[in-house]
T-cell receptor, first 112, second 109 residues
Framework: DADVTQTPRNRITKTGKRIMLECSQTKGHDRMYWYRQDPGLGLRLIYYSFDVKDINKGEISDGYSVSRQAQAKFSLSLESAIPNQTALYFC???????????FGQGTRLTVV | DAKTTQPNSMESNEEEPVHLPCNHSTISGTDYIHWYRQLPSQGPEYVIHGLTSNVNNRMASLAIAEDRKSSTLILHRATLRDAAVYYCILSPNTDKLIFGTGTRLQVFP
């Protein structure tokens, strides 16, 4: 089983719909992240959380919200999806001591 | 945030060594040099990281210049599975990793 699991893996939704992407991890890490990747580009940070009570905006948080339901779960929501949110979304966790980040397999989201 | 400069693409033949360069002239004293790679249709994968000294692990070696303004990721014997985009990232830790466009490595049989 993967250490960082994202669901769904693929999703097509309509403009204006609310959608939630879910992430769960079995690494036992406190730190979790959501990134977005557009074609041909690197990853950009949307939100990050250092523990259950801590949520922080990344460089491109507008139009997104997150929820840290438990240490192992971190969800990303698009309240009203728009076409330019079509992208590949990655969840990650990290271990401060080892300075290693672990990424999920990604969710490919298409907004039509 | 300190920036890194990497070539857009590089090529190698299978079983040959590959040296992937990264320039980071504005690196700060607390920045570690992290390398991740992203295989097609997958999330990024940790490769190696270092601060000042050269580092080796089972995947690769990291050679860091004495002035820390550049570094080189070394794959000792490239395999087809090493074809990926390689990202060089500066950060004191894993928080807010900033991914550039990386170097796309092609490996030929």
């Amino acid at each position: 089983d993967a250490d960082v699991t994202q669901t769904p893996r693929n999703r097509i939704t309509k403009t204006g719909k609310r959608i939630m992407l879910e992430c769960s991890q079995t690494k036992g890490h406190d730190r979790m992240y959501w990134y977005r990747q557009d074609p041909g580009l690197g990853l950009r940070l949307i939100y990050y959380s250092f523990d259950v009570k801590d949520i922080n905006k990344g460089e491109i948080s507008d139009g997104y919200s997150v929820s840290r339901q438990a240490q192992a779960k971190f969800s990303l929501s698009l309240e009203s999806a728009i076409p330019n949110q079509t992208a590949l979304y990655f969840c990650a966790t990290s271990d401060l001591l080892s300075r290693k980040a672990f990424f999920g397999q990604g969710t490919r989201l298409t907004v039509v | 945030d300190a920036k890194t400069t990497q070539p857009n693409s590089m090529e190698s033949n299978e079983e040959e060594p590959v040296h992937l360069p990264c320039n980071h002239s504005t690196i700060s004293g607390t920045d570690y040099i992290h390398w991740y790679r992203q295989l097609p249709s997958q999330g990024p994968e940790y490769v190696i990281h270092g601060l000042t000294s050269n580092v080796n692990n089972r995947m690769a070696s990291l050679a860091i210049a004495e002035d820390r303004k550049s570094s080189t990721l070394i794959l000792h014997r490239a395999t087809l599975r090493d074809a990926a985009v390689y990202y060089c990232i500066l950060s004191p830790n894993t928080d807010k990793l900033i991914f550039g466009t990386g170097t796309r490595l092609q490996v030929f049989p």
